[in-house]
């Protein structure tokens, strides 16, 4: 929270994207304990369990929300599932299915994720920051559109040309209902939110502005209009050098920086306020001297402004749990 307010810190704090997750033996027990992932998700004792499991292991610096994005198209009854080995799948939307959509009831079929929230914040320490979580409108359509995760999500930004009106209204509703999940997390105790922008880097530069940009930033002034001390975190991955007006056009307070933001370019964003990253999750994978010296060049670079020690993007499976305690013990011996 003092790194979001713009204060330097000496080691910096840290948490991992996707820190709760199958790289985890005991994640994979409570998993196989679950029945769907779904109802992981919407279980407040087995979210609150899984969230607490790597903070017990490596003491993180902040616990991120169990959850997952794709609970905001749950919400909108688009029939969400989560197949083993085949990522998550719903039903494709049409332009007339837009025109369809109910965010009345969006709110209310999320309550048992605010009963996790106001649980966390109840059971972790007091210096661990809870953050809560939504997708950005952008990369919540992309699985909406197609169905399915896809390699570079082209049935939505086919969509977005061919069907701008309703595209348009699909982003606008999707800002809408995720300001509201915001605000209810917030008002349950999370001290501070990220909105992931998984796919913002496969936009071009006019589709950008329009999908990335103008969603989130109707979503952050939508949040502080009634939160005006929310703390948010905006993570748009592959944005590359679009990134550079991106904090000052989102209004975000911190911006996420994935692996491929070269250090210089991510040392210019952090005179503009904090950043979060970047550190390569395969690095992590491949561990020794890769992980070291990654850790290290970020905390030359970085090291001596606002920065929040994370991964580029999420850990992946094959991480090993003794190797992430070697990447927090480095992080953490860094000398003021
Ligand atoms: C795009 C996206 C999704 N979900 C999310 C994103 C944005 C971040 C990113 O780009 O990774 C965000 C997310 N998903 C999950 C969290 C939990 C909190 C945390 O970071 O620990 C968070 C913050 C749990 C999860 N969400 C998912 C899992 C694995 C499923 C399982 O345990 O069976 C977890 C732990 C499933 C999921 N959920 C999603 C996909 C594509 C998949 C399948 C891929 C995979 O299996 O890793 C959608």
């Not at 997750?21 to 304990?33: D, H, I, N, V």
């Not at 966390?120 to 699985?143: H, K, N, Q, S």
Request: charged share 20%.
């Amino acid at each position: 929270m003092q790194v979001l307010d713009g204060q330097t810190l000496t080691p910096p704090p840290i948490w991992l994207m996707r820190q709760a997750g199958r790289y985890l033996p005991e994640y994979r027990q409570t998993r196989a304990a679950a029945g769907s992932f779904l109802d992981l998700c919407y279980t407040p004792e087995m979210a609150v369990e899984v969230t607490l499991q790597p903070i017990r292991r490596y003491g993180f610096d902040a616990a991120i929300l169990f959850s997952d994005i794709l609970v905001i198209p749950d919400a909108l009854d688009r029939n969400v599932r989560f197949e083993e080995g085949r990522g998550p799948l719903m039903d494709p939307i049409d332009p007339a299915g837009i025109l369809a959509l109910k965010p009345d009831q969006v709110i209310e079929h999320l309550k048992p994720v605010f009963e996790t929230v106001s649980r966390l914040r109840r059971d972790l320490p007091d210096e661990t920051t809870l953050l809560g979580f939504c997708g950005a409108p952008w990369t919540v359509a992309t699985y909406m559109i197609a169905g399915h995760g896809t390699p570079d999500q082209a049935p939505a930004r086919l969509f977005a040309y061919r069907h701008p009106e309703a595209f348009d209204h699909l982003l606008a509703l999707l800002a809408e209902v995720s300001a509201d999940y915001l605000v209810a997390q917030i008002d349950a105790g999370a001290d501070a939110v990220q909105i992931f922008d998984s796919w913002a880097g496969v936009l071009g530069e006019v589709e950008f502005q329009r999908y990335a940009v103008k969603p989130v930033r109707r979503m952050i002034d939508s949040v502080r209009a009634r939160r005006p001390q929310a703390k948010i975190i905006a993570f748009a991955k592959g944005a590359g050098i679009q990134l550079k007006h991106y904090r000052q056009q989102t209004d975000a307070d911190a911006i996420g920086l994935d692996w491929s933001v070269p250090l210089a370019f991510a040392a210019e964003l952090q005179k503009d306020g904090p950043v979060q990253g970047n550190l390569d999750p395969m690095r992590v994978v491949a561990g020794g001297a890769a992980l070291d010296d990654g850790i290290d060049a970020i905390l030359q670079v970085l090291g001596n402004g606002p920065l929040i020690f994370n991964l580029g993007h999420g850990i992946t499976p094959q991480a090993d749990p003794a190797t992430v305690s070697r990447l927090v013990e480095r992080v953490r011996r860094t000398a003021a």
